[in-house]
């Protein structure tokens, strides 16, 4: 069993920054990738931000050059959001892909947490 937990979020006013932290702990045999997923009303969950255990971050388009993710060595992600705009306002989710044994993986959500950006 994996568990993420996940901290940040909240209101802010378009231009302003938030930051997101999400800490992944449990049976964790190898990670793949860790990184934010979001959710607005009426939509489907689009990814934000990877990391796969190389280092390397994806990013989806409309965020590029405002948010920035980063991982530290205890498995745990950090998602700085800057410039932020009202259609950035959704539900941030905290995604881990992982093997749990040698050839077996799955992925682990957080519970989520919001993000509103007021015009």
């Known amino acids: 069993q994996v568990q993420l937990v996940e901290s940040g979020g909240g209101l802010v006013q378009a231009g302003g920054s938030l930051s997101l932290s999400c800490a992944a702990s449990g049976n964790i045999f190898r990670l793949i990738s860790m990184g934010w997923f979001r959710q607005a009303p009426g939509k489907q969950r689009e990814l934000v931000a990877t990391v796969n255990a190389g280092g390397a971050t994806n990013y989806l388009d409309s965020v590029k050059g405002r948010f920035t993710l980063s991982k530290d060595g205890a498995n745990t992600v950090y998602l700085q959001m800057n410039s932020l705009k009202p259609e950035d306002t959704a539900v941030y989710y905290c995604?881990?892909?992982?093997?749990?044994?040698?050839?077996?993986?799955?992925?682990?959500w957080g519970q989520g947490t919001q993000v509103t950006v007021s015009s």
């Open positions: 995604n881990a892909r992982f093997y749990y044994t040698t050839n077996r993986w799955e992925d682990a």
